[in-house]
């Protein structure tokens, strides 16, 4: 490295000058370690509708692709058998394989609660029904 003010050659992590005694205003980058780590080469869709690839080739969905994924789930029977095929099949990406996964806990869910609230009405409405008098 030179030095800004006088030019002469100073060491490389010099702050000051040896020779003229100037503030080096340029402070070289500390040395690094070389790594045998490649950095990932963004891969550009080739058409609007395909999928992007970022870091390590994971597919992303892309808002038109989940607009179309919940009209297929909203249609009874095939969207729940789409719902299987996408969540469990080998050649789903993985944002849409988690996607479906979780589409189906939910469904799950929401089934087990609307059983439970069912038995908790049908018990109430067989309580009330039975402390009736009838005339």
Known sequence: MFCENCGKQIPD??????????????IPPPIQTVRSVQSPQPVRPSSPQSTARVNG???LITMGQYLIMF?????????????????????????KKNFARAYLVMMAIAIGVGIVISIVMGAIMASLMSSM???
């Open 13 to 26: 992590d010099a702050v000051f000058c040896t020779h003229c005694g100037a503030k080096q205003l340029k």
């Open 133 to 135: 008098y009838y005339y």
């Open 57 to 59: 080739g994971a597919d």
């Open 71 to 95: 009209l297929i789930t909203a249609i009874p029977i095939a969207g729940i058998v789409m719902l299987f095929i996408w969540g469990f099949g080998s050649e789903t990406g993985p944002n």
